[in-house]
């Protein structure tokens, strides 16, 4: 990590580079890379504190590799717990095959994160936070046009303000409000697989293993 400014604010901008709305892991990621960067960026989080609702609760091999490429795999594995496994294991009725090492086709892989996904949020966003970026939370925001800018209206505890920006990024879900401001729309797939995981604690199992298991 390079950026040496830290900055918790409250305080609504009137301007900067780059507006974010929505501060979980893509907003929070966003926002500490480019905040890196020396760029200005206002990151607009309404949650005043992040709620865990059993979302993906592990990081791929690649996308460890990313972390690590954007400077930002110290803050998962330090600050919000991520535990690195290097190791695979498949079950089967019950009983276990052979481990499968990533390195094996992966042969820069660092491994698998399992990370609790709260803590992975609050950890990110913090991070953008002490990198210099203005977090606003609890707020709300709604995009406007500011002359020929893009902007928010920020509604905070302390009043209604509006931030002009150069680039506005919506990074608040499958039900993002930039996205039907600009009058785009989102598709669901069908489902096609059904996948389920669990974080567990105080159990004797090797904690350099994703341990997966198959059922009928």
């Not at 990621?29 to 979302?55: H, K, M, N, S, Y």
């Not at 481990?99 to 892989?109: L, V």
């Not at 002490?130 to 046009?145: I, K, Q, W």
Request: aromatic fraction near 4%; include cysteine; charge should be negative.
């Amino acid at each position: 990590m390079t950026a040496t400014r830290h900055r918790q604010s409250t305080e609504v901008p009137s301007s900067v580079d780059v507006a974010i709305i929505g501060g979980g892991v893509a907003g929070s990621a966003l926002g500490a890379t480019l905040a890196t960067a020396g760029l200005d960026v206002a990151i607009v989080e309404r949650e005043a504190a992040f709620r865990d609702r059993i979302r993906g609760e592990s990081i791929h091999p690649w996308g460890a590799r990313e972390l690590d490429t954007i400077g930002l795999l110290d803050v998962v594995t330090g600050a919000a717990g991520g535990l690195m496994l290097p190791l695979w294991l498949r079950y089967r009725d019950g009983v276990p095959g052979e481990p499968y090492a990533w390195t094996s086709d992966f042969p820069d892989a660092l491994g698998e994160i399992s990370v609790a996904h709260p803590a992975l949020q609050a950890a990110l966003l913090a991070e953008a936070a002490a990198r210099g970026a203005h977090v606003l939370r609890p707020a709300t925001a709604r995009p406007v046009r500011v002359g020929d800018r893009p902007g928010l209206e920020v509604q905070t505890d302390a009043g209604a303000a509006t931030i002009r920006c150069r680039l506005l990024v919506g990074a608040d879900g499958q039900r993002s409000a930039l996205r039907r401001w600009l009058g785009g729309t989102g598709h669901r797939d069908p489902i096609h697989h059904a996948i389920g995981g669990t974080l567990l604690a105080r159990l004797s199992l090797d904690e350099s293993t994703v341990h997966q298991t198959y059922f009928e």
